[in-house]
């Protein structure tokens, strides 16, 4: 693992672009897994603002996202379609048959499951995963639990994910969906490279206990701890 740190979240988000930036600019047909969440917004706004420059293309690039909400229209502003489109899709060249989504929406669940890890599958696996980290060690929506999922699943979203996610939604955890599909740990353990984003004191906290802890499904942040080219980039402020 490496472990980079950096003087703040600005940094914190340059460095993560950077990362970014020089795998789809050494490899242009790369798959990219992406993350929402505010943590890799900053990283997001860098990577637009090179390409606007001209620096960095995404035209052959295809993209997974690691989750989305369930009864949440596609439209919603909170969905996590819109949440991509407004933070990197609509600002880059990436072309929209290339970023993929779980559709939340799905009446089939376990269909558009099976389908979404059969999509990553043909192509060909993550080449570099971004992930945040959950208050509760959650990476993904992959929650606490008594073992660990390995496939694209439908999840019952913890309590503490919709007490933190209530910021979007009024304030109040009750409008957080319910539930939601999230790629499993199979494919994320199975990127070739995962970058782990986190900032701030409260991450910290978490990030040790993942990082240096046992390896357990309560956290499911520490099976991290097993992948071969794991880099997370975290800054205290
Ligand atoms: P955050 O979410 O970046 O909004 O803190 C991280 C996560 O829940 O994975």
């Known amino acids: 693992m490496k472990l980079v740190l950096a003087k703040d979240y600005r940094d914190m988000s340059r460095k993560a672009a950077n990362v970014i930036s020089a795998q789809v600019i050494l490899k242009e047909t790369s798959v990219l897994g992406l993350a929402t969440g505010s943590t890799p ?10 390409h606007k420059k001209g620096d960095v293309s995404f035209a052959s690039a295809s993209t997974v996202n690691l989750d989305e909400y369930c009864s949440l229209p596609s439209s919603h ?40 890890d059969a999509l990553i599958s ?12 959950g208050p509760n060690g959650h990476i993904g929506f992959n929650e606490p639990d008594e073992h660990f999922m390995m496939k694209t699943h439908r999840v019952r979203l913890s309590d503490a994910t919709r007490q933190a996610n209530a910021r979007f939604f009024g304030n109040d955890p009750n409008n957080v969906p319910e539930f939601a599909l999230t790629m499993g740990m199979l494919h994320i353990m199975q990127a070739k490279k995962i970058l782990l984003v986190a ?13 240096n802890g046992p390896v357990t499904p309560r956290l499911p942040a520490s099976l991290l701890q097993l992948h071969p080219d794991l880099t997370v980039v975290f800054s205290e402020k």
């Open 199 to 211: 900032n701030g004191q409260q991450k910290l906290a978490v990030l040790d206990r993942a990082l």
């Open 122 to 133: 043909r192509l060909g696996g993550i080449d570099l995963q971004l992930l945040g980290i």
């Open 41 to 50: 917004i900053g990283a997001y706004q860098q990577l637009i603002e090179w």
């Open 77 to 116: 502003e909170q969905s996590y379609l819109s949440f991509m489109n407004a933070n990197f899709f609509d600002h880059i060249d990436i072309r929209r048959e290339n970023a993929h989504l779980p559709n939340g929406m799905a009446r089939h669940y376990e269909a558009e499951c099976e389908a979404y």
